[in-house]
């Protein structure tokens, strides 16, 4: 399948990435690639096999469920990396739905 | 010209687990803000989540309880949106293989004898995180965040759109957030968020295709369901009649003016680009965790009625007394003294006389000052007419207020034993006959009525101690 620029904005777009023109090319040219090699992935034979989630062959492990983590020191050391906080709240530009 | 409502609703219930769905943070309600995140939580780089074992039992056991098929291959997926309180920039959540695939819940519609039943069949239920809050308010311009719920797990519960009306919707809600306490997943306290309902809502001409649907968001409460549905049914079918589309969208509902408005229309819509979390493994769930969650089960809602069916109880009743699992326990309680005869009365009782009281003081069942083998004893005597039901009334008044350990010990220490002694209520009989010329003249010139209030005097000379149909029979043999 073949990009077009609009396909590359739409999805810089939901991806909240800033592109310009330039970008878009170089990117459209990285994306034609990678849909070139996955279209030669295609032409394999799967038929009969059932699809796998993940490389890996395995079961997810479980945690037993307990509270294990999460204190105000924690919390006070986390927030004084952010940016801005108040009152025990991370801050930011103001949300309006 | 009549529209058809249709609605399909999407139940997100908070599960009874003490810790996050993948990490080890705390999801008791009400800490001080971030005090319950854990780096995971956060988002922090390099952390890797790790599956809450207990959630996905939670999540088994509704399946079970619905009769839906558990996926024993269940994978987890990233949803990716931009929101402060979804630190990652995507929430995991569950998309091809849920754990739980199909199901049904039944519903009970309508009152007393017509009372009828309805399956809905439900899509899927999956499993998945929450975002955290955002506070808009007090921060000069800013917006707060607070992670602490953040990580909670959720059971998203989708039915299919087989509801035809508002009221349909909230007893699906209702016989749902029944359900999801009675397996005990989920604590279903609506004000905290624990329990949280979206409705899909279209109409449509009967026999045509689905109309356009919009989506109410996060209704807590089952009368702003029924509020919310009735505007937007409306809404809708005036939009329609005024010759305007429906545009696919995603609406809120203000309980201050009974309305819904639009957040945004699905133009700009969200594409969430759902693809398998390469974080987490699929989670292998086998034939002995499913075996084992199932012999963990308490007998379900359904069951029971149709075994308090069994034992002479009607739809509506059965339905009365399987409404919670704290209710059906003090009926069975109940039971367990009265004896299985006496289901009839025990449902009267509690559907009557207890949930009054209750309801009046605002207790709840497990809180009543009354209890189960208390109730039960006292229908028991009532039964083997002991006592009448009237002075019944007076003893389960006594014993609310404690005023004995049991009926009988309140029977005797008040003298409430009914007169069993034909020759003293024979007595009374004629004493009142004799007091009341004028009752016994208009009955016998066919006014039934005047034979009452006969009764009432002798119920009344006899303080309420006669049994009141062996009073009837003397006095009609008396006067006939």
């Known amino acids: 399948m073949a990009f077009t620029p609009e396909d590359v904005q739409r999805l810089a777009k939901l991806a909240r990435i800033e592109l310009g023109p330039e970008q878009v090319n170089a990117t459209l040219g990285h994306l034609d690639n990678i849909f070139g090699m996955i279209a030669e992935l295609r032409q394999v034979d799967t038929n009969g096999i059932a699809p796998m989630a993940h490389a890996c062959d395995v079961g997810q492990r479980l945690r037993e469920d307990k509270v294990t983590d999460g204190s105000i020191e924690q919390r006070d050391r986390c927030l004084a990396l952010a940016p801005e906080s108040e009152a025990g709240l991370y801050l930011v530009p103001k949300v309006i739905e | ?480």
């Open chain 2, 1 to 480: 010209m009549t529209w058809e409502v249709v609605i399909g609703m999407e139940t997100h219930a908070q599960l009874a687990t003490n810790s996050k769905i993948f990490s080890g943070a705390s999801i008791a309600f009400g800490a001080e803000p971030n005090a319950q995140t854990s780096l995971v939580d956060l988002a922090m780089p390099g952390v890797l989540p790790v599956l809450n074992r207990e959630a996905v039992s939670c999540a088994i056991r509704f399946g079970l309880a619905v009769g839906a098929r558990i996926d024993q291959r269940s994978i987890f997926a990233r949803k990716n949106y931009f929101y402060p309180d979804l630190p990652k920039g995507y929430q995991i959540s569950q998309f091809e293989n849920p754990v739980v695939d199909g199901g049904t819940i039944t519903l009970q519609l309508g009152q007393g004898d017509s009372a009828t039943t309805k399956v809905i069949q439900l899509t899927r239920a999956h499993m998945e995180e929450d975002a955290g809050k955002s506070l808009h308010e007090d921060f000069h311009g800013r917006t707060g965040v607070d992670l602490n719920r953040a990580g909670t797990p959720l059971l998203e519960i989708v039915s299919e759109p087989d509801m035809r009306s508002s009221a349909e919707a909230v007893a699906y809600a209702r016989a749902l957030h029944n359900l999801v306490r009675w397996i005990g997943i989920c604590d279903g306290n609506m004000q905290e968020g624990s329990f949280r309902c979206d409705a899909n809502v279209s109409v449509r001409k009967p026999g045509e295709p689905f109309g356009t649907r919009r989506e109410i968001k996060n209704l807590n409460s089952f009368r702003f369901l029924q509020q919310a549905i009735d505007y937007e049914v409306q809404w809708q079918i005036n939009e329609l009649e005024e010759g305007r589309a429906i545009q696919q969208a995603t609406v809120l509902f203000d309980p201050d003016t009974g309305e819904t408005r639009a957040m945004r229309t699905k133009e700009d819509a969200m594409d969430y680009r759902y693809f398998p979390d390469p974080d987490l493994l699929p989670v292998i769930i086998s034939d002995d965790w499913i075996e084992r969650v199932r012999g963990e089960m308490p007998e379900l809602p359904e069951a029971m009625r149709t075994r308090f069916e069994a034992l002479g109880l009607s739809t509506y009743d059965a339905a009365a007394v399987t409404a919670s699992l704290e209710i059906a326990r003090y009926f069975e309680g109940a039971l367990k003294v009265a004896g299985n005869a006496q289901a009839k009365q025990a449902a009267n009782w509690i559907m009557g006389d207890l949930s009054a009281r209750l309801n009046r003081e605002d207790l709840g069942i497990d809180a009543a000052p009354v209890s189960p083998e208390q109730l039960g004893g006292l229908i028991a005597r009532i039964a083997d007419q002991t006592i009448s039901n009237a002075i019944g009334k007076k003893v389960f008044d006594a014993l609310w207020q404690g005023q004995g350990k049991s009926a009988d010990e309140i029977i005797e220490a008040q003298g409430l034993k009914q007169i069993t002694d034909t020759g003293a209520i024979e007595a009374l009989v004629d004493e009142v006959i004799a007091a009341n010329p004028g009752n016994v003249a208009e009955f016998k010139a066919g006014k039934e009525k005047a034979l009452n209030a006969l009764v009432g005097q002798i119920m009344k000379a006899a303080k309420g101690k006669a049994n009141p149909q062996q009073v009837n029979d003397l006095l009609k043999k008396k006067l006939s």
